[in-house]
């Protein structure tokens, strides 16, 4: 079954904790993206991965790191945690860097409590 | 760079009864529209897509929306919802050439009751 795995799906951390976010697919496909879910702000991207060894900030990069060492697997990095990046995270991909051939494939979401 | 405006952030609605899911975009250049499904809990689904040809598209489920370029406008309907229908629905664009990433509007929580 084509899908965008992500894990953990619910994780409760303290501030300052380093973190990881794991995204998997297994679509073959080249472009992959996080993004975060806020209450009245809709989805805002954090970095996006065009393929390996190739990442972009998105609109909200302050706080993130992300790494593209193979092609299925986009993991997003949280080196020091804050209360602030409370929120539901998601992980997408697609075929087309752009989306627009092709839909953009989303995971279930990781929803992020920093304490 | 484009922008989408979701002006409803919250559509309450009667099972059965017509809906309307409004979405406007700004960008300097021609677009790709779409509409994302989410349901209660999940990802984003993609549920319906305008590339090209007949501004009027249409989704399995009985929803459809219209691309009015003059109005920069690529609304979402349904004659007739079912309590199923409720979730949250993002418009978004793409530019059709040269790189840009996706660009969402804020979401509408369209609400089905019985």
């Known amino acids: 079954e084509a899908q965008v795995t992500q894990n953990p799906r619910y994780l409760i951390t303290v501030t300052g904790k380093k973190l990881t976010v794991t995204c998997s697919q297994n679509?073959?496909?080249?472009?992959m993206s996080w993004y975060r879910q806020d209450p009245g702000l809709g989805l805002r991207q954090i970095y996006y991965?065009?393929?390996?060894?190739?990442?972009d900030k998105g609109d909200v990069p302050e706080g993130y790191k992300v790494s593209r060492k193979e092609k299925r697997n986009f993991p997003l990095i949280l080196e020091s945690p804050s209360p602030n990046q409370t929120s539901l995270y998601f992980c997408?991909?697609?075929?087309?860097?752009?989306?627009?051939?092709?839909?953009?494939?989303f995971g279930n979401g990781t929803r992020l409590t920093v304490t | 760079a484009q922008s989408v405006t979701q002006l409803d952030s919250q559509v309450p609605v009667f099972e059965e009864a017509p809906v309307e899911l409004r979405c406007n975009y700004s960008?300097?250049?021609?677009?790709?529209l779409f509409w994302y499904v989410q349901y209660p809990n999940q990802g984003l689904q993609l549920l319906l897509k305008?590339?090209?040809?007949?501004?009027l598209v249409k989704s399995i489920n009985g929803f459809e929306a219209e691309f009015n370029k003059s109005q920069t406008s690529f609304h979402l309907r349904k004659p007739s919802v079912h309590i199923s229908d409720t979730a949250e629905y993002f418009c978004a664009v793409s530019p059709i050439q040269g790189y840009s990433t996706l660009t969402f509007g804020k979401g509408t929580m369209l609400l089905v009751s019985p």
């Open positions: 679509m073959n496909h080249e472009y």
């Open positions: 305008y590339l090209s040809g007949s501004t």
């Open positions: 997408a991909s697609s075929f087309n860097r752009q989306g627009n051939n092709s839909p953009l494939h």
């Open positions: 960008s300097s250049v021609s677009v790709y």
């Open positions: 991965s065009m393929n390996v060894e190739v990442t």
